[in-house]
């Protein structure tokens, strides 16, 4: 059986465009869990579960529930070590590159191995790029690092090579949750021409229309919290 990396990368060979739903283990609805998943749309390919503040215990609770509804392949999106759970099928192993502060860089690291070494859930490390959404962000607030803003293109195209460089599988370009001002599409080209790994989009996306230039602007997988969970997303 294919990893979940292999597959994502046979799906981008094969032109198919991934969107993630972000699941947020703290507002998530366990009794709702299964009209939450019916109401999203068709195209969605993979679930990524967590926050910047949630528990390990929901969590935990969190996917167990999704996992009775969906087939979907769940992936930990963890804000810190405490909620890794052996329960999901992969997780984005994130380094926060566009900061600078160690525990985002390789504490938070070393605290998660001895829960990662004894599961078999698949570890995708992931070179992660806060930036610029126009309010501060809650991985701002949490990481205590500032985001790269949006004009300084050449800092993000060479943040996303360093990751590459770093062998990081996958760049996330991250506007924060709720941002004002999603990632624009120059970024998303540049990086998309600069890089040779998948490109993971996120932050402030609330519409179809807008997904879809995202995608067009080079985007792998483009991912959506907010919009899903408040049921506010423009078709
Ligand atoms: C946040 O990129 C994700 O980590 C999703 O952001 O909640 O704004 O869709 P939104």
């Known amino acids: 059986m294919n990893s979940i990396y ?26 709702n869990g299964s009209l939450f998943l019916k109401s999203l749309p068709q195209q ?19 996917i167990q ?12 999106f963890p804000g810190d070590a ?5 329960t999901a099928n992969a997780i984005l192993f994130l380094s926060l590159l566009s900061g600078r502060n160690p525990e985002y860089l390789i504490e938070q690291h070393l605290k998660a191995v001895p829960i990662l070494k004894n599961t078999h859930i698949e570890i995708i490390p992931t070179g992660y790029i806060l930036i610029d959404g126009g309010k501060e962000s ?3 607030r949490v990481s205590k690092t ?16 360093a990751g590459q460089y770093l062998g990081k599988k996958l760049i ?23 890089v040779q790994i998948p490109l993971l989009v996120g932050g402030g996306i609330t519409s ?23 049921q506010t997303f423009e078709m």
Do not use: W
């Open 172 to 194: 996330y370009l991250e506007a924060g949750s709720g941002a004002l001002h999603r990632v624009n599409n120059k970024i998303i080209s540049e990086v998309k021409k600069a």
């Open 6 to 31: 292999e597959n994502i990368l046979q799906d981008i060979s094969n032109r198919k465009q991934l969107l993630a739903v972000l699941i947020d283990p703290e507002t998530f609805q366990i009794e």
């Open 138 to 140: 809650a991985v701002e």
């Open 44 to 62: 969605v390919t993979h679930l990524f579960v967590g926050g910047s503040t949630s528990e390990n215990n929901k969590t935990s609770d969190t």
């Open 65 to 76: 529930c999704l996992k009775k509804c969906s087939k979907l392949p769940l992936i930990l």
């Open 208 to 230: 179809a229309k807008e997904l879809q230039e995202v995608f067009n602007a080079g985007a792998d997988m483009v991912v959506i919290g907010t919009a899903f969970e408040t």
């Open 146 to 161: 500032k985001p790269i803003a949006q004009n300084q293109i050449k800092k993000i195209i060479n943040t996303a090579l």
């Open 82 to 86: 405490k909620q890794i759970t052996s």
